[in-house]
């Protein structure tokens, strides 16, 4: 029992100093404050993110919550997502070109599917939209990322040596793009949702004030004792 | 042939006396105000979650392998599975802040003090099946932060006297946290529901007894009484509008904002979050575990966290009725222990550091503190009430005549 104590405490201190060492790590080091963009939800910029999803991210990442049938909802025609899923079904998922036993030979890992990146890290889709814009280049001409220095993925859209400013803009707005659908992708009712969402609040502030006036009514009643 | 129908069944069922008993006839004293209403509102989200929870149970795995990808199969294939989902999980932070509230009522007001201590006690009884519920309900998406959090809170048991590792073992159903708790988690998780239910029925039947307690904390005579319907159905489904839309709010337009980012990344036994926190109902109580630096102390100072409510109607020893209303002191205490709890939430959420433990020490030193002093303040306070001439509002009640109450 008493080693037990003992050896829970011994985890629980090796466990702490961990954390805080990894902690007093990253505050050695802060990383720069996200980056600030507008999502443009509309379907053209959609559309513009999947098909760079499809060039620039499909070849390592996969987005395997998402079926090709689903790109229709971001206005796709079906001949579009004929040549966007190339030999896949309409019912099958969006998945890297590479199968994981290929990526894992080739990459050391399988790198994170992207369905619910923008979710599943903090800062959401402006962390994305600052890691994808975050690489440069090192003094040793080796790129890092400012957002996530070690990171292994490499530079997509050429930020870290495109120099030229009119093609930098290109790479803004498509980095955009790219966290735009991958936004869409990780929630994909969200619009929907926040439509139902103004009408059911609206029904709800009109029953609120009837039942104000009914609750004053009745209990208007009271008073005449 | 209404009447026919209701006299034939009332031959046979007391419904007509059960609704006038309980219902229209159900005396109420005419002074509650609305913080008396998230009681109501609790029984309606306990409602919302079961319903909202059957529904899920349709079409959710609870399969190690399976889990995460069935509730991305809710969120997108499902028609209206994000709505039910999110209800669901919006729900369960609303239920937290309605039983605080409804908590938080009961102590201003000293509403546990007798004849209500056993609804009090059931009410504790109540909370502790819904944080069951809401723990063993966070395993189920099976992300990584529900992982990690089943793994920290489960392995607390082991803080369990001479068999702790069995304990945990049998908990887990395995070493470590995985398809077995799972499955497990799943079928107590829609078991407890079913007790809370029960509970809530005793609840109920243990306030029908002893009737409602009022801001003036007397027992107010009958003329003071007016039936709880329709004056408290409607005001009561007033303030449940109104929370309703807040509650609305955000499950429209902010639903990530309860679940943690790490939540979207599948479970996974080999990578551990660089920080682990529990869900924010648990912050507090988190952040009193991890004030003690002894592992066998924090889970004992934690559990006694939860526990020494239970022990408020014999901590409160005022000889006057009711609660922070006519006692400067106790008021004072119980704004105190608010910002208290608040802080330690805050503590509870933040990475272990040099001050913020310092701070989370002395807030659950302020916690128990309270406690312990409150049958000296109270005491004290009836002495200094007495001495110093009691307020106008106390004499009045206690004289029992002309004032008005209300």
């Known amino acids: 029992m008493k080693e037990m104590i003992a050896k829970v405490i011994t985890s629980i201190v090796v466990a702490t100093a961990c954390t805080v060492a990894s902690f007093t790590a990253i505050a050695a080091s802060p990383s720069p404050p996200l980056l600030d963009f507008t999502i443009d939800n509309s379907t053209a910029a959609l559309q513009r993110g999947a098909e760079l999803v499809q060039g620039k991210c499909l070849l390592c990442h996969d987005l395997k919550y998402v079926k090709y049938r689903h790109l229709a909802d971001i206005g796709f025609t079906e001949a579009q997502l004929t040549l966007l899923r190339g030999e896949s079904g309409l019912e099958d998922a969006v998945l890297s070109m590479m199968d994981s036993d290929a990526r894992q030979e080739m990459l050391g890992m399988v790198p994170p599917d992207l369905t619910l990146i923008t979710k599943a890290r903090r800062g959401g889709e402006r962390y994305i939209y600052s890691f994808l814009l975050g690489f440069a280049e090192t003094a040793e001409g080796t790129a890092t990322n400012r957002y996530f220095p070690g990171t292994r993925m490499s530079d997509p859209l050429g930020i870290s040596y495109v120099t030229d ?23 994909p009712h969200a619009t929907e949702r926040k439509t139902i969402g103004y009408y059911v609040i609206a029904y709800l502030v009109l029953l609120t004030v009837l039942l104000y006036f009914m609750k004053r009514r009745i209990w208007r009643r009271l008073d005449d004792e | 042939m209404k009447n026919r129908l209701i006299e034939w069944i009332d031959e046979r069922f007391p419904l007509s006396s059960f609704v006038k008993d309980n219902l229209t006839s159900y005396p109420t004293p005419r002074n509650l105000n609305y913080w008396w209403g998230f009681g109501f509102l609790a029984g309606f989200i306990l409602v919302l979650q079961i319903l909202t929870g059957i529904f899920l149970a349709m079409h959710y795995k609870a399969d190690a392998g399976l889990a995460f990808e069935s509730v991305q199969y809710i969120m997108r294939e499902v028609n209206y599975g994000w709505l039910i989902r999110f209800l669901h999980s919006t729900g369960a932070s609303a239920f937290f802040v309605v039983i605080y509230l409804h908590m938080a009522r009961t102590l201003y007001y000293g509403s546990y003090r007798a004849p209500r201590e056993l609804m009090w006690w059931s009410g504790q009884l109540l909370l502790l099946l819904i944080m069951a519920a809401a723990f063993m309900g966070y395993l189920l998406p099976w992300g990584q932060m529900s992982y990690w959090g089943a793994q920290v809170i489960t392995n607390l048991f082991r803080a369990t006297p001479f068999i702790g590792d069995q304990v945990v073992i049998w908990l887990r159903g395995d070493f470590s946290v995985g398809d077995a708790t799972l499955t497990r988690f799943f079928a107590l998780h829609y078991l407890v529901p079913f007790l809370i239910t029960g509970f809530v029925v005793i609840h109920l039947i243990a306030l029908h007894t002893v009737k409602s307690s009022n801001p003036s904390g007397f027992n107010l005579a009958d003329k003071h009484n007016i039936p709880f319907h329709p004056y408290y159905t409607v ?38 979050p660089s920080h682990i926190v529990p869900e924010w109902y648990f912050l507090p109580f988190y952040a009193i575990l991890r004030a003690i630096p002894d592992f066998m102390g924090g889970v004992i100072a934690m559990l006694l966290s939860i526990l020494v409510y239970g022990a ?79 307020p106008l509002e106390l004499q009045c009640l206690l004289d029992a005549k002309k004032c008005d109450l209300l």
């Open chain 1, 165 to 187: 400013e009119g093609e930098r803009q290109v790479i803004y707005q498509q980095a955009a793009d790219i966290v735009a659908f991958l936004s869409w992708a990780a929630d």
């Open chain 2, 235 to 272: 005001k009561d489904l007033f303030g449940m509008a109104v929370f309703f839309i807040l509650f609305c709010v955000v499950l429209f337009f902010y639903p990530y904002f309860f679940i943690e980012a790490e939540n979207h990344i599948p479970a996974d036994p080999m990578v551990t």
């Open chain 2, 312 to 390: 408020m109607p014999y901590l409160d020893r005022s000889r006057f009725p009711g609660g922070a209303r006519h006692r400067p002191f106790f008021r004072l205490m119980f704004y105190i222990f608010i910002i208290d709890v608040v802080v330690l939430g805050y503590v509870g959420a933040q990475p272990p550091g040099d001050t913020i433990t310092v701070v989370g020490q002395v807030a659950t030193f302020i916690y128990f503190s309270i406690f312990i002093l409150l049958p000296f303040v109270s005491y004290f306070e009836d002495r200094w009430l007495i001495k110093r001439g009691l």
